[in-house]
């Protein structure tokens, strides 16, 4: 799994770079090979105004050609980078049990059979 991490409207230093990708990792290691690459977008929205600015996108392209997209947004970087891992770990699966589902022989004769 390749992890890109980039920073808007403030510098990405080692500890939160490493932060992210030590996070990310490990909530999504359980998907192995599934996962080809995630790119994490982080930014300070207000900058040094403070508030609930920090954001955080992971696109995140799965082995298939899938694509997941998902954007949070928190008043503290840490808190945002681990509710995104966490709902990014529940699309992932979401997603890889519906392609699972339609891949089982059963179905996949029944959409090709099926009257239009």
Known sequence: MNIAVRAQGFELSAAIDTFVRNDIRSTMARFGDEIFSVDVFLKDTNGPKGGIDKQV??????????KLVL????????????VSA???????????RKTRRLDKPGLRNFFANAPV
Not at 57 to 66: C, E, K, T
Not at 71 to 82: G, H, K, N
């Open 57 to 66: 996108l992971l696109r995140i392209q799965l082995r298939g050609g899938q």
């Open 71 to 82: 954007q949070t947004i928190r008043e503290d970087l840490y808190a945002a980078v681990r």
């Open 86 to 96: 966490k709902r990014a770990k529940r699309a992932i699966r979401r997603n890889l």
